[in-house]
Nanobody, 114 residues
Framework: QVQLVESGGGLVQAGGSLRLSCAASGSIFSINPMAWYRQAPGKQRELVAAITSGGRINYVDSVKGRFTISRDNANTVFLQMNNLKAEDTGVYYC?????????WGQGTQVTVSS
């Protein structure tokens, strides 16, 4: 089994910064892509950023230039969020894909006040 635990969320003013972290356990390897998703109230969960062991990174257009995803080992992924906007508010989830299965963390709340 795989477990992921997110941390670093909180309440910030627009223009502020947060750094989210995700610690994974349970046989995660560098070949397994990791990603951050978020879900705002009443909205579908959307991909925010993804990173693979090959160094490929993808961001949703709305966060390009403001967010940075990084991975320092097979089990840890970060999301540096700068110049936060109110529309960034939501629950942020860490995801890892292993084989045919996607694993999810419990989520961490990010609230940006305007």
């Amino acid at each position: 089994q795989v477990q992921l635990v997110e941390s670093g969320g909180g309440l910030v003013q627009a223009g502020g910064s947060l750094r989210l972290s995700c610690a994974a356990s349970g046989s995660i390897f560098s070949i397994n892509p990791m990603a951050w998703y978020r879900q705002a109230p009443g909205k579908q969960r959307e991909l925010v950023a993804a990173i693979t062991s090959g160094g490929r990174i993808n961001y949703v257009d709305s966060v390009k230039g403001r967010f940075t995803i990084s991975r320092d080992n097979a089990n840890t992924v970060f999301l540096q969020m700068n110049n936060l906007k109110a529309e960034d508010t939501g629950v942020y989830y860490c995801q890892v894909r292993r084989g045919w299965i996607d694993y999810w963390g419990q989520g961490t709340q990010v609230t940006v006040s305007s």
